[in-house]
């Protein structure tokens, strides 16, 4: 059974840094594309960033420079170091898995940024 676990939100001030983990079981990991996308309310989802197997990144326009991901394909897990966190970053976050015909989501974890 795959299964993606995100934790590390909260509520954050602005200008304040949060890191979120997405741990992956079920799947061979190391094969995976990871994404992590968020959900404000009403509006859609979004991509925020993406991580190749092997290694590369991309970064929506929104957060790059503020955004870092990385992965450590010998725990399973991706992160997400978000620094400078603006009111506009507040949403769900969201990690997915994507492999040829493998397409997995975690349950998401909330990012609140306010003062």
């Known amino acids: 059974q795959v299964q993606l676990v995100e934790s590390g939100g909260g509520l954050v001030q602005p200008g304040g840094s949060l890191k979120l983990s997405c741990v992956a079981s079920?799947?061979?990991?190391?094969?995976?594309?990871i994404a992590w996308y968020r959900q404000a309310p009403g509006k859609q989802r979004e991509l925020v960033s993406v991580?190749?197997?092997?290694?590369?990144?991309n970064y929506a326009d929104s957060v790059k420079g503020r955004f870092t991901c990385s992965r450590d394909n010998a725990q399973n897990t991706v992160d997400l170091q978000m620094n400078s966190l603006k009111p506009e970053d507040t949403a769900v976050y969201y990690c997915?898995?994507?492999?040829?015909?493998?397409?997995?989501w975690g349950q998401g974890t909330q990012v609140t940024v306010s003062s």
């Open positions: 997915n898995a994507n492999f040829e015909s493998g397409d997995y």
């Open positions: 991580i190749t197997s092997g290694g590369r990144t």
């Open positions: 079920g799947i061979i990991f190391r094969l995976y594309r």
